[in-house]
């Protein structure tokens, strides 16, 4: 029986003599099968309890970063701050750094200085970019792993990704609309950033997907807006007056009050809206019924996760890290999750 534990431990905590004990692990002949299974689970006891007490009196010292509309990276850092103390009898103390906009190379520099400043892990949510891989390469030769959160840096050395399954996503959005509305007209889909992989690995497999549920419609881009409300509204108000075909929207990247006030603004609504995450707006917007779909994860989940990534890394628990992307949920004013229902 592979094992790591001094006999006397073992005896002490499956209630058994030493002599006992020993001569299980040893394989010897004479001893009762419940008495076999006893010792087993007091290893399984043994080891699972070692885990939390190489945790004891360690600190570890985590960063965020991200570059995300105020609204979303709002809802991450409060969804890190709740679960932080779920990771006890660790001390997991976090850092952030949170830009609206932020171009590859101040993103770069952010990283740059977390790395200068040290750290034990980086939660990233950045765009796609060599540069941005080159520094993520340069954290991990100087100890710091990076976890991506939400959009991915797939070519760079990140230990894992963590987030929603962007492919699913956007075929579920594409299913969403194609039965929600006539199977004529061109869908706006809204993106924040073109860089970002995560938001392009959600459009491209909207698109491949409505291509084979809705053939005749038409996919009309709007990107690069960072997510923002005054850089969406104008985007959108000038898709609307080239396109005046569209009726649905697929918004990948936010700014989604700018884009319903702008239908309104040319006397129009969509049939079918399709947005992403449960911040404070969409929330609202889903009460409300003026989007109809939101398509969630729970970002408690993921950004806990996260931490159990980084801390793995340094041997703190058990496991290798792997990434497992977020189940899609579909969420509408209906089954809206009970964090999210009180008005």
Do not use: W
Request: glycine share 6%; aromatic share 4%; net charge neutral.
């Amino acid at each position: 029986m592979p094992h790591r534990h001094k006999v006397r431990e073992i005896a002490q905590q499956s209630g058994l003599s030493e002599a006992t004990v020993d001569r299980v692990l040893h394989g010897r002949p004479g001893v009762r099968a419940a008495t076999v299974a006893e010792v087993e689970r007091a290893v399984e006891e043994l080891d699972r309890q070692a885990s939390q007490l190489r945790l004891v009196g360690r600190t570890f010292l985590l960063d965020l970063v991200m570059q995300a509309p105020v609204r979303f990276s709002t809802a991450v850092r409060a969804a890190l701050e709740a679960e932080l103390p779920s990771l006890r009898p660790a001390v997991v103390r976090s850092r952030f750094h949170l830009r609206e906009e932020a171009g590859v190379a101040a993103m770069v520099a952010t990283l740059r200085d977390v790395r200068r400043r040290r750290s034990h892990g980086v939660v990233l949510k950045a765009p796609d970019h060599p540069d941005v891989a080159a520094e993520v390469a340069a954290l991990a030769d100087a100890g710091v792993p990076v976890v991506t959160l939400v959009t991915d840096v797939p070519r760079s050395r990140r230990l894992a990704y963590v987030g929603i399954d962007n492919d699913a996503a956007g075929r579920t959005a594409a299913y969403l609309v194609a039965q929600g509305a006539p199977a004529s007209g061109a869908v706006l889909v809204t993106l924040s950033r073109s860089d970002f992989r995560g938001e392009e690995q959600r459009v491209s497999a909207f698109v491949d997907a409505l291509h084979d549920l809705s053939p005749a419609r038409r996919v009309v881009d709007l990107t690069d807006t960072d997510g923002l409300d005054p850089t969406t509204g104008a985007g959108v108000r000038a898709a609307l007056a080239d396109h005046p075909d569209v009726d649905a929207v697929y918004s990948v990247g936010g700014g989604n009050r700018a884009t319903l006030e702008a239908f309104a603004d040319a006397g129009r609504a969509p049939r079918v809206f399709v947005a992403h995450d449960l911040d404070a707006d969409n929330t609202e917007l889903l009460r409300t019924r003026r989007v109809h779909y939101a398509l969630h994860h729970d970002l408690r989940a993921d950004t806990r996760r996260a931490c159990r990534l980084l801390l793995q890394h340094h041997g703190a628990l058990p496991g290798a890290p792997t990434s497992v992307p977020s189940q899609v949920q579909v969420v509408t004013p209906f089954n809206l999750p009970r964090a999210f229902t009180t008005p």
